[in-house]
């Protein structure tokens, strides 16, 4: 039965859409759907392809993969994280804003992650090369 994973589906997506301060129409438009079938799909009563998922996202400006999880395509892998949580709960924030350090934070967790999956380099693989301050004076170079 996959009705109520619909349901939440069209409850998350009516939810962005309130949270982004956009209408039904203006989804609709931005999205290439039609109005009466958005409708549908925020009430339940369809369930939109992976192709109009995407469409919806990128007109609500945020994660297809988010949709994807609401909509039962793919399971969500990642550990919760409240940082997420409460990015996408900020509702002082617009929905382009909201995507933007959504995207900043997951590229510091890649990043973090790649981080960890390497062996820390030891002294002797960083080279003999002398760091100098940022000013450029040495303990050599400074008058007495």
């Known amino acids: 039965m996959e009705l109520p994973k ?21 989804l609709a438009a931005q999205a290439g759907v039609s109005n009466p079938y958005l409708s549908q799909v925020e009430r339940g009563l369809r369930k939109p392809s992976a192709e109009i998922l995407n469409q919806i996202a990128k007109g609500l400006h945020i994660s297809a993969q988010a949709l994807y999880v609401q909509a039962g395509l793919i399971e969500d892998r990642e550990p919760h994280s409240d940082v997420l949580a409460a990015i996408r709960a900020d509702v002082t924030l617009s929905g382009r804003q909201r995507q933007v350090l959504i995207d900043i934070y997951e590229s510091f967790r890649k990043e973090n992650r790649a981080d960890t999956a390497q062996p820390p380099q030891s002294a002797e693989h960083l080279g003999d090369d002398p760091v100098l301050p940022r000013n450029g004076v040495t303990p050599d170079s400074r008058e007495g």
Not at 8 to 25: D, F, P, V
């Open 6 to 26: 619909v349901a939440s589906l069209g409850e998350y997506i009516r939810q962005q859409r309130q949270q982004a301060k956009i209408s039904l129409r203006q």
